[in-house]
């Protein structure tokens, strides 16, 4: 079946570094790819998505590129502040009449001052 | 705020007990899914509802089961509880269940199972 791998965390990070979360992903076809983000006590908020191959999401200073080569949709942010201290996770949306979402396994953030 | 709205936010239940967890979808919305969020299963899906019928299953336990009523809002039923039944449990909800729409989650009820 469909699956995602999603890079351990957790990740420690100071103000203002670069981010790097890897997602790669297993799947027929090319499903939507999305980044969600749980901010503690909360729930999932879509963070951004990509529908096809080479699109770009974007939102808040992310971005992820769908890549078919490497089956990859890796999650950037130039420069990370406090506020992004968070679980991030990757997924991919089922093609099957279902269309649910498939979820790596959340790579927890972690921005120190 | 995403417009889905899951109650209770907190629940503690003894072991071999039955809850109903609750979920109200976005107005408009048709399709209800539910996930189930653990430390050593991370988020797994369970089961899909679309307009009152179930469309989907996933890794959901003969001990759980689901309805979504007429007015569209869903409920997940766990019984015989056991401890690792002990987890965050998020419902999400989109227009058609289509690839073209949007999933919004709730906040989850969090199950602690003592």
């Known amino acids: 079946g469909n699956s995602v791998t999603q890079m351990e965390g957790p990740v420690t990070l100071s103000e203002e570094a670069f981010l790097t979360i890897n997602c790669t992903y297993t799947?027929?076809?090319?499903?939507?790819l999305f980044w969600y983000v749980q901010y503690p006590g909360e729930g999932l908020q879509l963070l951004l998505k990509?529908?096809?191959?080479?699109d770009k999401g974007s939102n808040k200073g992310f971005e992820a590129t769908y890549r078919k080569e490497t089956t990859s949709f890796h999650l950037e942010k130039g420069s990370v502040q406090v506020s992004d201290s968070a679980v991030y996770f990757c997924a991919l949306r089922e093609m099957d009449s279902s269309y649910k979402l498939i979820f790596g396994s959340g790579t927890r953030l972690l921005v120190r001052p | 705020d995403s417009g889905v709205t899951q109650t209770p936010k907190h629940l503690i239940t003894a072991t071999g007990q039955r809850v109903t967890l609750r979920c109200s979808p976005r107005?408009?919305?048709?399709?209800v899914y539910w996930y189930q969020q653990s430390l050593d299963q991370g988020l797994q899906f369970l089961i899909q509802?679309?307009?009152?019928?179930?469309?989907a299953k996933g890794n959901i336990l003969e001990r759980f089961s689901a309805q979504q009523f007429p007015d569209l809002h869903s409920e997940l039923n766990l019984s015989s509880l056991e401890l690792g039944d002990s987890a965050l449990y998020f419902c999400a909800s989109s227009f058609t269940g289509t690839g073209n729409t949007e999933a919004f989650f709730g906040q989850g009820t969090r199950l602690t199972v003592v």
């Open positions: 799947a027929t076809g090319y499903p939507s």
């Open positions: 509802y679309y307009n009152g019928e179930e469309r």
């Open positions: 107005s408009g919305d048709l399709s």
């Open positions: 990509a529908t096809k191959a080479d």
